[in-house]
């Protein structure tokens, strides 16, 4: 399987994209800025390829999309993980930062289901089905058919579906990726493209790391069993859901804060 994972450098990206390589998977490792994070990511995959793109700039996410089906001809699983925050209240946000994060949340999304779409759409796998019953040695052997297939895994957020306090932009951001989650499964499930949407839960990365005390002392209020989510694990469920079949225009929240 081809897998492309956005902002794999560091984070839940990078979790997802060690998850893929020990399956097995080929992996393409994005990241914005931090190339030499995404070399050492990419250097323990035994399948990798490496690239810088800003997720807001289209031309550049069709160039590496193009790349890939280049190298391996196919892309099977797109995760949209890449993402960015910045907390203040609504009136003290500024437009240029809720653009930003707009910009690379959601509009990013969209430029990546848009370059990857394509390939998914046209791209067939051959399944291969036994003859039923099963015929002696010598008999009609198994025949192939020809399906299309896809897996898209949005990132979204709990503040997507529930709002905090101090994060508007990254709310209306991880909102709008729910509604192009929805919208683009019902658009996409007639090409047997899955599109899903993952809440993985609040990380120690360097995202939960840098947000404020008090967002961090209001999810573990929130949270049943008092714990932060782990990246690994949320990897897992994510690798889990891009092999499965039939499962589309879901929200998956992981962990323990109820929606
Ligand atoms: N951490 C949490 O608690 C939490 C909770 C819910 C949802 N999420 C979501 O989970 C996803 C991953 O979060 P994380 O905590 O792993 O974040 P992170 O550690 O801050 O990593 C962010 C990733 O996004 C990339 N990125 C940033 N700006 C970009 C841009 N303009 N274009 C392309 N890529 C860009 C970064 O690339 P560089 O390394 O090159 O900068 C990096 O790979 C995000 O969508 C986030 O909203 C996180």
Same mark, same amino acid.
Request: net charge positive; glycine share 8%.
């Given at each position: 399987?081809?897998?492309?994972?956005?902002?794999?450098?560091?984070?839940?990206?990078?979790?997802?994209?060690?998850?893929?390589?020990?399956?097995?998977?080929?992996?393409?490792?994005?990241?914005?800025?931090?190339?030499?994070?995404?070399?050492?990511?990419?250097?323990?995959?035994?399948?990798?390829?490496?690239?810088?793109?800003?997720?807001?700039?289209?031309?550049?996410?069709?160039?590496?999309?193009?790349?890939?089906?280049?190298?391996?001809?196919?892309?099977?699983?797109?995760?949209?993980?890449?993402?960015?925050?910045?907390?203040?209240?609504?009136?003290?946000?500024?437009?240029?930062?809720?653009?930003?994060?707009?910009?690379?949340?959601?509009?990013?999304?969209?430029?990546?289901?848009?370059?990857?779409?394509?390939?998914?759409?046209?791209?067939?796998?051959?399944?291969?089905?036994?003859?039923?019953?099963?015929?002696?040695?010598?008999?009609?052997?198994?025949?192939?058919?020809?399906?299309?297939?896809?897996?898209?895994?949005?990132?979204?957020?709990?503040?997507?579906?529930?709002?905090?306090?101090?994060?508007?932009?990254?709310?209306?951001?991880? +909102?709008? *990726?729910? =509604?192009?989650? @929805? #919208?683009?499964?019902? $658009?996409? !499930?007639?090409?047997?493209?899955?599109?899903? +949407?993952? *809440?993985? =839960?609040?990380? @120690? #990365?360097?995202?939960? $790391?840098? !947000?404020?005390?008090?967002?961090?002392?209001?999810?573990?209020?929130?949270?049943?069993?008092?714990?932060?989510?782990?990246?690994?694990?949320?990897?897992?469920?994510?690798?889990?859901?891009?092999?499965?079949?039939?499962?589309?225009?879901?929200?998956?929240?992981?962990?323990?804060?109820?929606?």
């Amino acid at each position: 399987m081809v897998c492309l994972i956005t902002g794999s450098s560091r984070g839940l990206g990078k979790a997802v994209a060690f998850a893929c390589g020990q399956r097995g998977h080929r992996v393409a490792v994005h990241c914005k800025d931090r190339i030499s994070d995404a070399k050492n990511v990419a250097a323990q995959i035994k399948d990798s390829l490496i690239f810088k793109a800003d997720a807001r700039d289209f031309k550049e996410i069709k160039s590496l999309v193009a790349e890939v089906v280049k190298k391996w001809g196919r892309i099977d699983v797109l995760v949209n993980n890449a993402g960015i925050t910045k907390e203040a209240l609504l009136l003290r946000t500024s437009e240029k930062d809720f653009d930003e994060v707009i910009g690379i949340n959601l509009k990013g999304a969209f430029n990546f289901i848009r370059a990857v779409a394509p390939y998914m759409m046209n791209q067939e796998i051959k399944k291969i089905i036994p003859p039923h019953p099963p015929l002696a040695k010598g008999g009609r052997g198994d025949y192939q058919i020809k399906q299309r297939s896809g897996h898209i895994i949005n990132i979204s957020s709990f503040a997507g579906v529930k709002g905090k306090a101090g994060l508007s932009a990254y709310s209306a951001s991880k +909102a709008g *990726l729910i =509604g192009l989650t @929805l #919208t683009t499964a019902k $658009e996409f !499930s007639r090409y047997n493209i899955m599109v899903n +949407a993952v *809440l993985p =839960g609040y990380m @120690l #990365t360097d995202m939960g $790391e840098d !947000s404020s005390d008090t967002a961090k002392e209001k999810t573990l209020e929130e949270s049943l069993v008092k714990n932060f989510s782990n990246p690994d694990l949320a990897a897992e469920f994510i690798c889990n859901l891009s092999e499965t079949t039939g499962i589309t225009g879901q929200v998956f929240n992981l962990d323990s804060r109820i929606l």
